[in-house]
């Protein structure tokens, strides 16, 4: 670690929105190129930097920049050099030169203190210096924020963050409630707010600490996938959080109730501690479904007639559950058709397209991801889009205060006779609510998905809440067809969902077990298995055609151990790649990666084999999954091509939204389906290495299945029914509604 100091000779880059920027220093007539975060920084200033000097691969020596001061210049070269910068809009160099002339060292402090001088110099008029005085006042004051912030740690793109956020009152806020900046500064949360808090040596015992560590625990409770915490399960956060009292607790839960932040309700045996958006989330989803439910018709002869059309000249025979699913479809003005692999949910839903489409109306298909929806759009014929493309989404990033923001509404309806949504059981509460509200009544609304899968990443359990009500139209499809019953994915599926043993002994087409009891040899084995043996059985593509799925992230069977010596044995080191070393994870060009976070507002397109540019837009989702095309290190930038065609380039400082994915969590693979299914069990958490979890991972593949490591592990989840609970009052809300 080292000082330098000297002018900004030249801004190479520099990112408005984060503060990155690459600079060159002049440095006792020495150049050095730096790169960190700078707020408002700008050539000609004189700066001291501190940090390490580096030695970039391709760039040379660099100092990487830890933290900076600004010096005003104070000869009159150095003056005039960063007045003509333009740094102060409406100063030109020929201009900044006039001043200095007129003023001399003096210049600083009269645009400060009688900016009504500077009309006196040809070019400017008295309402030209008072601009620029106010701008000049603008540029110190930034600055001295920076400064301020810097004292508790804050780093520079927070500090711009909050400084746009607050301005002038800023010092007031941080210094009154520093808890604030939790609430309304994307990516703040309540650890480092409270660190400055501590910093700033605000009691422990400060009841804006507990109020916001209350809505703390709330919000990890819904990303989490809770829309409430049971009032004793919330104490017990808080307490372990804060080491607050119990008196200050109760006192603080109530004064946030009154307030309308949260709201508390007795649900059945428990006391249910919501925040408050959550809460009228769910009454306004009960609400709307049940009034959609309310639209009914009965014409049941002639849509038998209509069956016998559509099985015709499908060449199909439908059996007695799929033709009820076509006649509540017809009759209903909501439906909800449920049923595990090989049930006939894609040839249900055909028929039931076939069907609306002979009487004329208009049919949307959408799903909960970019996969999810090609699926939809390859088994139907029918070209399906993603509920957010649907909703015309746009916004910030998820979990960042950044409200996302929908153009199709209530002012501005879905234009469609009938919607049908697939693989419901990913749908949470906030993407529910948010479709709910675009669908005007008399539409008839079809949710299709498999109940017993992996409830939604988000917060809530809508599909299996909307089937325990009891209120809504349910069409639970059980028949295994006769083209299912020779695939044992779909046996062994069936046969785990229903608590069975299954024959780990046979060796088939499409269901393997390799018995592997020892854990080095188990990784040694999927090695080998990922890099010799099925890539022959892949379809040319090996990284999209086979998927290693885990119950866990942790642990040298998890995703982040995996995904480390997958990368090393798919795609090793080489001169021919660049990489990035980002939060101590590599990230190479040909990785496998996933986003990890909703971001509303990423720019993407799609381009044509020639590289033309045919589509644009924005919005990348939790879940996609694409390949790294290109690292520049220059621009500081990473490409990835998804597998939808979306080619998408991201900051490194962005790169917190993606994570290798050559191995994903089995929660992660939801709504996905891979040719080739890769699962190694060994040990594990009983509330991880349970049914629900081995029957969502086994129906993610199309092909192939193989199950590598211990026997007595794949027994004792078929038999473990403890799932984690999830707090969800949906079911209980459409019951309270529909008594009303």
Same mark, same amino acid.
């Given at each position: 670690m080292g000082k330098f100091s000297g002018y900004v000779e030249k801004i190479v880059y520099h990112n408005e929105e984060n503060g990155y920027t690459v600079l060159i220093l002049n440095s006792d007539e020495e150049e050095i190129s730096c790169v960190g975060n700078f707020g408002s920084i700008n050539e000609g200033e004189y700066i001291t930097v501190q940090g390490e000097k580096t030695t970039h691969s391709l760039y040379g020596e660099q100092i990487k920049v830890d933290q900076y001061d600004v010096e005003m210049p104070k000869d009159v070269v150095t003056i005039e050099k960063y007045l003509g910068s333009g740094v102060i809009k409406g100063i030109g160099q020929i201009l900044a030169q006039r001043i200095v002339k007129t003023f001399k060292e003096d210049t600083f402090r009269i645009i400060e203190e009688e900016p009504e001088q500077l009309s006196n110099v040809k070019g400017i008029t008295e309402k030209k210096a008072r601009e620029i005085a106010e701008t000049f006042s603008e540029k110190r004051e930034l600055r001295q924020v920076m400064m301020y912030l810097q004292k508790y740690g804050i780093s520079t793109a927070y500090a711009i963050k909050i400084y746009n956020q607050y301005g002038n009152n800023?010092? *007031?806020?941080? /210094?009154?409630?520093?808890?604030? #900046?939790?609430?309304?500064?994307?990516?703040?949360?309540?650890?480092?707010?409270?660190?400055?808090?501590?910093?700033?040596?605000?009691?422990?015992?400060? +009841?804006?600490?507990?109020?916001?560590?209350?809505?703390?625990?709330?919000?990890?409770?819904?990303a989490n996938g809770h829309t409430y915490l049971p009032l004793e399960k919330l104490f017990r956060k808080v307490t372990d959080l804060l080491d607050a009292d119990k008196e200050s607790i109760e006192r603080n839960i109530i004064e946030l109730a009154m307030s309308k932040k949260i709201v508390m309700k007795q649900l059945e045996t428990r006391t249910a501690v919501y925040s408050i958006q959550y809460y009228y989330m769910?009454?306004?989803?009960?609400?709307?479904?049940?009034?959609?439910?309310?639209?009914?018709?009965?014409?049941?002869?002639?849509?038998?007639?209509? %069956?016998?059309?559509?099985?015709?000249?499908?060449?199909?025979? #439908?059996?007695?559950?799929?033709?009820?699913?076509?006649?509540?479809?017809?009759?209903?003005?909501?439906?909800?058709?449920?049923?595990?692999?090989?049930?006939?949910?894609t040839t249900t839903i055909n028929s039931i397209i076939k069907y609306f489409e002979q009487q004329g109306m208009d049919i949307v298909l959408a799903a909960p991801t970019g996969r999810a929806a090609k699926r939809m759009t390859e088994a139907t014929g029918y070209q399906a889009q993603t509920i957010h493309r649907l909703? !015309?989404? $746009?916004?910030?990033? $998820?979990?960042?205060?950044?409200?996302?923001?929908?153009?199709?509404? !209530?002012?501005?309806?879905?234009?469609?006779?009938?919607?049908?949504?697939?693989?419901?059981?990913?749908?949470?509460?906030?993407?529910?609510?948010? #479709?709910?509200?675009?669908? %005007?009544?008399?539409?008839?609304?079809?949710?299709v998905g498999d109940v017993d899968q992996l409830p939604s990443v988000g917060p809530g359990n809508v599909l299996k809440?909307?089937?325990?009500?009891?209120?809504?139209?349910?069409?639970?499809?059980?028949?295994?067809?006769?083209?299912?019953?020779?695939?044992?994915?779909?046996?062994?599926?069936?046969?785990?969902?229903q608590g069975e043993e299954i024959d780990l002994t046979q060796k088939n087409k499409d269901f393997y077990f390799i018995k592997r009891e020892d854990q080095d040899r188990l990784l040694r084995d999927l090695l080998i298995l990922m890099r010799d043996r099925l890539p022959k059985l892949a379809n040319g593509n090996p990284l999209n055609d086979i998927q290693v799925l885990t119950p866990m992230r942790k642990s040298a069977l998890g995703v982040e151990a995996l995904n480390k010596i997958l990368q090393k044995t798919l795609n090793p080191p080489s001169k021919d790649k660049r990489e990035k070393e980002y939060r101590q994870n590599i990230y190479r060009e040909g990785d496998k990666v996933m986003q990890i976070k909703n971001n509303y507002q990423m720019p993407w397109s799609i381009k044509s084999r020639t590289g033309f540019v045919i589509e644009e837009g924005t919005g990348i989702f939790n879940g996609d999954m694409g390949?790294?095309?290109?690292?520049?290190?220059?621009?500081?930038?990473?490409?990835?091509?998804? +597998?939808?065609?979306?080619?998408?380039?991201?900051?490194?400082?962005?790169?917190?939204?993606? *994570?290798?994915?050559?191995?994903?969590?089995?929660?992660?693979?939801?709504? $996905?389906e891979y040719p080739i299914v890769v699962l190694p069990l060994l040990t594990g958490s009983q509330l991880l290495f349970n049914r629900n979890i081995l029957y969502t991972a086994v129906t993610r593949a199309k092909q192939m299945v193989v199950i590598i490591g211990s026997e007595y592990t794949v027994n004792f989840m078929i038999g473990?029914?403890? /799932?984690?609970?999830?707090? $969800?009052?949906?079911a209980i809300r459409i019951k309270e509604e529909e008594e009303i």
């Open positions: 800023l010092r *007031e806020v941080v /210094e009154k409630n520093p808890y604030r #900046l939790a609430e309304d500064i994307a990516g703040i949360g309540f650890k480092i707010a409270d660190d400055i808090a501590m910093k700033m040596g605000i009691a422990s015992n400060s +009841d804006y600490r507990v109020c916001s560590g209350i809505m703390y625990m709330l919000s990890e409770a819904s769910e009454i306004a989803v009960a609400k709307k479904l049940l009034e959609l439910a309310m639209y009914t018709n009965k014409a049941n002869d002639e849509i038998n007639k209509e %069956i016998e059309l559509i099985e015709r000249s499908e060449d199909i025979k #439908l059996d007695t559950l799929q033709k009820q699913a076509i006649i509540e479809a017809a009759n209903s003005g909501l439906l909800i058709v449920t049923g595990g692999p090989g049930t006939g949910k909703l !015309e989404i $746009s916004g910030g990033i $998820s979990g960042e205060n950044q409200k996302m923001h929908f153009e199709k509404c !209530e002012d501005n309806p879905i234009e469609a006779d009938v919607v049908i949504i697939d693989e419901t059981s990913m749908v949470d509460i906030v993407l529910i609510n948010a #479709l709910m509200k675009a669908i %005007i009544p008399g539409t008839k609304v079809i949710f809440d909307m089937i325990k009500s009891e209120k809504l139209n349910v069409v639970r499809l059980s028949k295994i067809f006769r083209q299912s019953e020779e695939s044992d994915i779909v046996i062994n599926a069936h046969k785990i969902n390949i790294i095309k290109e690292i520049n290190l220059y621009a500081e930038t990473l490409s990835i091509d998804f +597998d939808d065609g979306k080619c998408v380039t991201y900051e490194f400082n962005q790169l917190d939204e993606i *994570e290798l994915s050559y191995a994903v969590t089995v929660h992660k693979s939801q709504g $996905s473990n029914k403890n /799932e984690i609970e999830r707090y $969800s009052g949906l």
